[in-house]
Nanobody, 124 residues
């Protein structure tokens, strides 16, 4: 399975961005068995979980993004989205898409078998 992110960019504080992650390869049934998540890593910091979504659309968010970020998915196109509103300076990071088997461990990077290359989000 290959994950390809897009949608990053440079924006001003208060603006919005929508990230996309498309899964290539693998079977549709295997894709359906995974939960999908977004992580981010800022320079000099550890990679942290941002949000995750299960196949039945159950979602989870880290506290700092609740109410501003929304994760969603389109299973027919194997695409996961992250809508980010009211962007703040501190969200500047490289954002990664990930696929893994255990929604209950959504916040653990070790849960995820597949990772994208990342898309840069810069807020100024």
């Amino acid at each position: 399975v290959q994950l390809v992110e897009s949608g990053g960019g440079s924006v001003k504080a208060g603006e919005s961005l929508k990230l996309s992650c498309v899964a290539f390869g693998g079977t549709y049934s295997s894709y359906r068995s995974y939960c999908m998540a977004w992580f981010r890593q800022a320079p000099g910091k550890e990679r942290e979980a941002v949000a995750a979504i299960r196949r039945d659309d159950l979602t989870a968010y880290t506290d700092s993004v609740k109410g501003r970020f929304t994760i969603s998915q389109d299973n027919t196109t194997k695409t996961v989205y992250l809508q980010m509103n009211s962007l703040e300076l501190q969200v500047t990071a490289l954002y990664y898409c990930a696929a893994g088997p255990l929604f209950g461990s959504w916040y653990r990077a070790s849960n995820y078998n597949y990772w994208g290359q990342g898309t840069q989000v810069t807020v100024s």
